[in-house]
């Protein structure tokens, strides 16, 4: 004991006095998030919510990336859902020159990556190798910062893809993809990443399916604009559930994988 007694050191007969401590909520900044969904889960945990970025948080869910002085900012106990440089990931244009990186390095890891060029960066190079490509031919187009299928397009010349503007990757188009009965289709898993070093990953056990939902044809100028036959994107999907027919224009169908084929019905099409 030193001083007045205030600060006693406990021995193994004291038992402490008074009642036990009360475990504060877990407390939950959603000040950058507009999705609800975020925050009914939130609810569901018996959490707590705050918009307040000055609170004494527990976790921090953004919509965005975070920057790593905020990452550095952060307390011990305090949590935050992205990792700084998420964007090399995010962004389309960093993504593609990551692959080909890591492909470098593992060529028979990433066969799945069809040819893809940067661009404006790498325009020369994309006409270049589509001079030796034949007519039927395609190229998809994908903004850089974009998302929801919103700016992509199909083309089959090298030029117009070139001069699209500002960033973006162009990728050559794969016309045969997988197909569940007749439809184009990928396959989303879901993975926790809790530490990068030493790597520490739990798969969810559950997956998400998504589907176009016109009949696929192979590329053509009569239906290289109808989105909803090659993208995915459920925000571009949703509004046509109900529609399950081709277009009257569309063109025959290029042979494809069944969906009797053990391959094609685990398979993610690629757009």
């Known amino acids: 004991e030193r001083g007045s007694g205030r600060f006693r050191r406990m021995t193994g007969g004291e038992k402490k006095q008074g009642k036990p401590k009360r475990r504060r909520k877990v407390m939950v900044n959603l000040s950058n998030c507009r999705y609800r969904v975020v925050e009914q889960a939130v609810e569901a945990m018996n959490w707590a919510v705050t918009r307040d970025d000055n609170a004494d948080w527990d976790l921090f869910w953004t919509d965005t990336s975070v920057s790593e002085e905020r990452v550095m900012k952060l307390k011990k106990f305090q949590k935050i859902n992205h990792f700084a440089g998420m964007s090399g990931l995010c962004k389309k244009t960093s993504m ?57 397009f199909l083309c089959n010349e090298a030029a117009t893809a070139c001069n699209y503007s500002p960033a973006a990757v162009a990728q050559e188009y794969i016309a045969r993809p997988f197909l569940i009965d007749g439809f184009k289709f990928d396959i989303r898993i879901y993975v926790l990443l809790m530490s990068c070093d030493p790597p520490r990953i739990y798969l969810y056990d559950e997956g998400l399916a998504r589907f176009c939902t016109q009949l696929y044809r192979a590329p053509a100028a009569a239906n290289a604009g109808v989105a909803c036959m090659h993208l995915t994107n459920s925000s571009i999907n949703r509004p046509h559930h109900n529609r399950t027919s081709p277009s009257p224009s569309a063109p025959p169908a290029s042979p494809s994988a069944s969906a009797s084929s053990p391959s094609a019905s685990s398979a993610s099409s690629s757009a």
């Open 96 to 152: 593609a020159r990551t692959f080909r990186k890591m492909a470098a390095h593992m060529p028979e890891a990433y066969t799945f990556i069809p040819q893809t060029w940067v661009l404006p960066l790498e325009a020369d190079s994309l006409k270049s190798y589509w001079k030796k490509r034949g007519p039927d031919s395609w190229l998809i187009i994908k903004p850089d910062g974009g998302c929801q299928g919103r700016g992509i």
